[in-house]
């Protein structure tokens, strides 16, 4: 099914058309909200009215369940804070979407987008305390529980495609899934044919 509309969207009408009906780039680029993270996308735009991406995402934060006495041992020294459990979000995203441009600058897009998403999500559970001693890694161990879910994504963005092979996007994003809510913002690279 996704073939088919990828397929249906890029292919040629009955009139000719050239590639300039088409914009064709990457974004990448970080998120920061209720998780942190990043991903990149394949973006297209045709004839500067719809859109259509492919993206992936990983995002984490400190886990809801994590015990009060946890901590991450001295081996937290060499990751400066970083280290540690997380929940672990991995998301594949299909979005479309519908492009405005501003009329008193062309140098500025709107793309009202929303679709689809696979995750797996990832976050601690079963959590033991040990005693290792002072040159432990983590005072407890905990198990993954790992889930597959179908959910939705809204990320509205401004595009600001400054040269013909690059520019920048910035934007809200909401992931919503049956088992968590990621939400905040998003600040990406645009890098390719990002405009005519």
């Avoid at 009202?112 to 161990?141: C, D």
């Amino acid at each position: 099914m996704v073939l088919l509309v990828i397929f249906l969207f890029i292919s040629h009408s009955s009139k000719a058309q050239t590639k300039d009906n088409y914009l064709i780039y990457s974004s990448m680029g970080g998120t920061l909200g209720n998780y942190i993270g990043g991903g990149i996308t394949l973006d297209v735009i045709r004839n500067n009215k719809y859109s259509l991406g492919i993206g992936y995402y990983e995002q984490e934060k400190k886990p809801g369940n994590l015990p009060p006495d946890y901590e991450r041992g001295i081996f937290n020294l060499f990751t400066f804070g970083l280290g540690g459990v997380r929940d672990n979000i991995q998301t594949a995203s299909f979005t479309l979407g519908k492009v405005f441009y501003n009329k008193s600058n062309p140098r500025i897009r709107y793309n009202i987008k929303a679709g689809f998403t696979y995750s797996v999500i990832k976050a601690p559970t079963n959590w033991v305390w040990h005693n290792y001693g002072l040159l432990s890694n983590e005072n407890y161990t905990y198990d993954y529980e790992k889930n597959h879910v179908i959910g939705i994504l809204i990320n509205p963005t401004v595009d600001f495609p400054l040269l013909k092979f690059l520019g920048f996007s910035a934007g809200p994003y909401l992931f919503i899934n049956p088992r968590t809510i990621s939400y905040g913002m998003e600040l990406s690279y645009l890098i390719g044919y990002v405009r005519k």
